[in-house]
Structure formats: structure tokens, C-alpha cells
């Protein structure tokens, strides 16, 4: 008998369109080939702007309803660069600079989430995108045309294990103002 889950786990997200995630997918195929490890398909590529965690399935409500009164400016990403996180084996891509309406929506999510007792990560946002997990050295002269992304809205998604493999699953969007 399959039992039905009581949580969620979740974060919030910008969610690439499927050019922007193709062009990201081959960045980490290439990564990959480089430093080895374990290469994110290009479906799951995304940049967080608040991980969540388990969250009980009778809140998501009131997350969509918050995130809903969030009026974020839509922005221009141009990701340029790739990086290497020794400590956790990460190979990432990002960009020079953070954004103002960037920076403005990670932190009103912030202080939205940590009104009803969200807890912020103790470090600095760095906007990123992971792509290479467990990779065994950093990017060696990585050729890396940057990426255009028109970031028109973000998301609330969902990380579902089933088979010992995450899936994605966008459960709500919200769009970003002109």
C-alpha cells in the first residue's frame, strides 16, 4: 500500500525558459567532461532564491499566497562565469554582479518567509546555478559564452524523490512586474 507524504520539500527558484536551460545543460555537460563528477541535467537547472526545506503540505497555501504579494521588477541575467566550491564540490555558473531587482527579490522573500518563522541562511546570497555535483577539481579554462536570460518571474517548486532520483516540479509561478 503506497502511503501519501506529508511534506514537501521545497524552495524558491528562477526557473529558466527551455533555451536558457538547454544552453546551461550543455555548460555542465562541458563542466562535466572537465572535473568529472555528476553533471545536472539541463530541466533542473535553476537559481535559488530561498531554500525551504520539508515543509508540511497544509502550508503551501499560505507560501503561494506570500509569494504572491511579493511585487519583484523583471531583469536582464547574463551568466558569464564559472566557478568551483571546493568544499562542497560544486561546479557553478554565474554572474558579475547581482542584479538590484535581483537582490531586492531574494531579500523581500527573505524577510516575507522569515516573518512566519523562516530561518535565512547565515551566508550572503550568491546567485548560481549548480552544474556539476561531487566534481572531482574546478573548471580548467572553461570556455563560457555568456548566457542571455530574460528573467520575466520566479517559482515555487517542489524536489519529489522517487526512485533515489529528484524531480522537479514547478508548482507555481508569479511574474514579475515591468
Same mark, same amino acid.
Given at each position: 500500500?503506497?502511503?501519501?507524504?506529508?511534506?514537501?520539500? *521545497?524552495?524558491?527558484? =528562477?526557473?529558466?525558459?527551455?533555451?536558457?536551460?538547454?544552453?546551461?545543460?550543455?555548460?555542465?555537460?562541458?563542466?562535466? $567532461?572537465?572535473?568529472?563528477?555528476?553533471?545536472?541535467?539541463?530541466?533542473?537547472? @535553476?537559481?535559488?532564491?530561498?531554500?525551504?526545506?520539508? %515543509?508540511?503540505?497544509?502550508?503551501?497555501?499560505? *507560501?503561494?499566497? *506570500?509569494?504572491?504579494?511579493?511585487?519583484?521588477? /523583471?531583469?536582464?541575467?547574463?551568466?558569464?562565469?564559472?566557478?568551483?566550491?571546493? @568544499?562542497?564540490?560544486? %561546479?557553478?555558473?554565474?554572474?558579475?554582479?547581482?542584479?538590484?531587482? =535581483?537582490?531586492?527579490?531574494?531579500?523581500?522573500?527573505?524577510?516575507?518567509?522569515?516573518?512566519?518563522?523562516?530561518?535565512?541562511?547565515? /551566508? /550572503?546570497?550568491?546567485? @548560481?546555478?549548480?552544474?556539476?555535483?561531487? $566534481?572531482?577539481?574546478?573548471?580548467?579554462? =572553461? @570556455?563560457?559564452?555568456?548566457?542571455?536570460?530574460?528573467?520575466?518571474?520566479?517559482?515555487?517548486?517542489?524536489? %519529489?524523490?522517487?526512485?533515489?532520483?529528484?524531480?522537479?516540479? %514547478?508548482?507555481?509561478?508569479?511574474?514579475? *512586474?515591468?
Amino acid at each position: 500500500m503506497r502511503r501519501e507524504r506529508a511534506t514537501a520539500r *521545497l524552495f524558491f527558484a =528562477l526557473w529558466p525558459e527551455p533555451r536558457v536551460q538547454q544552453a546551461l545543460g550543455a555548460l555542465a555537460q562541458a563542466a562535466q $567532461a572537465q572535473c568529472g563528477g555528476r553533471a545536472i541535467p539541463a530541466e533542473k537547472t @535553476h537559481v535559488t532564491l530561498f531554500f525551504l526545506g520539508n %515543509v508540511e503540505l497544509e502550508r503551501i497555501g499560505a *507560501l503561494k499566497a *506570500l509569494a504572491g504579494a511579493i511585487a519583484g521588477e /523583471r531583469f536582464e541575467l547574463s551568466i558569464d562565469r564559472v566557478g568551483y566550491w571546493r @568544499h562542497n564540490r560544486i %561546479v557553478w555558473a554565474g554572474i558579475a554582479a547581482c542584479p538590484p531587482p =535581483l537582490a531586492r527579490l531574494a531579500s523581500a522573500l527573505e524577510s516575507a518567509l522569515g516573518a512566519i518563522g523562516y530561518e535565512k541562511e547565515e /551566508r /550572503r546570497y550568491v546567485p @548560481h546555478v549548480t552544474l556539476v555535483r561531487n $566534481a572531482k577539481r574546478g573548471p580548467q579554462k =572553461l @570556455h563560457v559564452t555568456p548566457i542571455e536570460w530574460s528573467v520575466r518571474e520566479f517559482a515555487l517548486v517542489d524536489s %519529489v524523490q522517487a526512485a533515489g532520483v529528484a524531480r522537479y516540479d %514547478v508548482i507555481a509561478r508569479y511574474p514579475l *512586474l515591468v
